[in-house]
């Protein structure tokens, strides 16, 4: 199928100029799994549906972020000092209107499937999120774009659960992702764009000290019933840290068994 075919479909943009095989293991249990985990254990057990509208959520959010994707990778970038040429470059102009296109279509349909059509709350929800996103792509500052990105790692955090998750949870899911994966994120931007020198960011045990820090904030938070989404997305950040250290060292004791064998 013609590459440039595969790039009209939603979600490939990202996958096909950003997802690398570690980054997946990231957003697998970090983004993924923890909207999955999340759904489940505040859905009241009515998981079928819940599921169903987080994918559709997941689905409207993908297909207004890459178009932030789409023009900062094909117009943006190539005005930029150092800016990453992702996608395909030197496409006809046809082309990116066509995967704009068919990006506001998937989400026009999917707004409709949820019935958030008349939602206010959908329309700022996701109106913020674009008038960020257009920022993050017009600032040229890189420190200002620091802030925007940031945002940005909140609302990609947010965008599967916020429409379905009980409305009394979903200010303490926000204040947890706030607190660790937006915070994880910002550093892990920071470091790659040389405005922050920390080598042993991507070390496991840095990882876990990350996501255990936010805990001191759910006990702090243990009487507040509307604080159980906070509670349940530390948790679950930690315990996932927790099996990321316990299984890197596993894999460096197995291997140094190898060698003296």
């Known amino acids: 199928m013609n590459n440039k075919i595969l790039y009209s479909l939603p979600f490939y943009w990202?996958?096909?100029?950003?997802?690398?095989?570690?980054?997946?293991?990231?957003?697998?249990?970090?983004?993924?799994?923890?909207?999955?985990?999340?759904?489940?254990?505040?859905?009241?057990?009515?998981?079928?549906?819940?599921?169903?509208?987080?994918?559709?959520?997941?689905?409207?959010?993908?297909?207004?972020?890459?178009?932030?994707?789409?023009?900062?990778?094909?117009?943006?970038?190539?005005?930029?000092?150092?800016?990453?040429?992702?996608?395909?470059?030197?496409?006809?102009?046809?082309?990116?209107?066509?995967?704009?296109?068919?990006?506001?279509?998937?989400?026009?349909?999917?707004?409709?499937?949820?019935?958030?059509?008349?939602?206010?709350?959908?329309?700022?929800?996701?109106?913020?999120?674009?008038f960020v996103f257009a920022l993050h792509n017009i600032i040229a500052d890189r420190e200002i774009k620091a802030g925007t990105f940031l945002w940005l790692s909140w609302f990609r955090f947010m965008a599967p659960m916020v429409f379905v998750l009980p409305a009394h949870l979903v200010l303490g899911v926000g204040l947890a992702c706030s607190m660790s994966y937006s915070a994880y994120r910002q550093i892990g931007y920071l470091d790659s764009k040389g405005m922050l020198l920390m080598p042993g960011r991507k070390r496991a045990t840095f990882r876990l000290v990350f996501f255990l820090w936010p805990m001191a904030g759910a006990v702090a938070l243990a009487t507040f019933p509307d604080a159980l989404g906070f509670h349940l997305l530390t948790g679950y950040f930690g315990v996932i840290a927790i099996l990321g250290v316990t299984f890197s060292k596993a894999a460096i004791w197995l291997k140094s068994r190898r060698r003296i064998a």
């Open 14 to 130: 990202f996958w096909g100029t950003r997802l690398r095989s570690a980054s997946v293991a990231f957003h697998l249990l970090f983004e993924w799994g923890a909207a999955v985990f999340l759904i489940l254990a505040l859905s009241g057990g009515d998981w079928g549906p819940a599921l169903y509208r987080g994918i559709l959520c997941y689905l409207a959010f993908i297909s207004l972020y890459e178009i932030g994707y789409i023009i900062n990778d094909l117009k943006i970038a190539r005005r930029e000092v150092g800016g990453r040429l992702r996608g395909p470059q030197g496409a006809h102009a046809a082309w990116f209107w066509t995967w704009i296109a068919t990006r506001l279509s998937l989400f026009a349909v999917t707004t409709v499937l949820l019935g958030t059509h008349l939602s206010l709350a959908w329309w700022t929800f996701f109106g913020a999120l674009a």
